[in-house]
């Protein structure tokens, strides 16, 4: 998995051309919770809509990624109880993907760092939590190539929201 996320990574340096089509990430989203509702059956997971579909053109495949790796992050960085939010919105202009978790948060100075190849919070903690360092990473590299931001908003003590902003103008 390692070797593949790198060569992901690779791809996205050399600004490759992503496929461009209609892609619904209400249904994106409703997918990631789904399957992160069932490999955790007991965490508290929501998925919130004010729209059936919100669609941009994009990449299905990585955008598909990037919302299964932001939501997996929550997942695995926070306790088994904590409850974890997707909320997919749009304005004539944009369309976000907002992941928030009412975890331990983390302060400014390491948020500022999570989108950073191989960068993690704690370089002593186990693989089971830590990961590769990769995750976030993707997720910028993918979204910058749609033409979109990622941002970080945490505080320790009050959980972490991982924002996806993607242009609507496409579609």
Known sequence: RLVEDMLLLAKFDEQRPLERQPVDLVMLARDAVSDAKASTPHRPIELVTGDSSVVVMGDNDRLRQVIAN???????????????????????????????????????DIAGHVTERFFRSDPARSRHRGGSGLGLAIVDAAVTAHGGTVSIASAEGTGTTVTITLPRSDA
């Not at 904590?82 to 978790?101: H, I, L, P, R, Y």
């Open 70 to 108: 932001v939501v997996s992050n929550a997942l695995v960085h926070t306790e088994a109880d904590v409850a974890v939010t997707v909320t997919v919105g749009m304005t004539e202009t944009e369309a976000t993907v907002a992941v928030s978790d009412s975890g331990e948060g983390m302060s400014a």
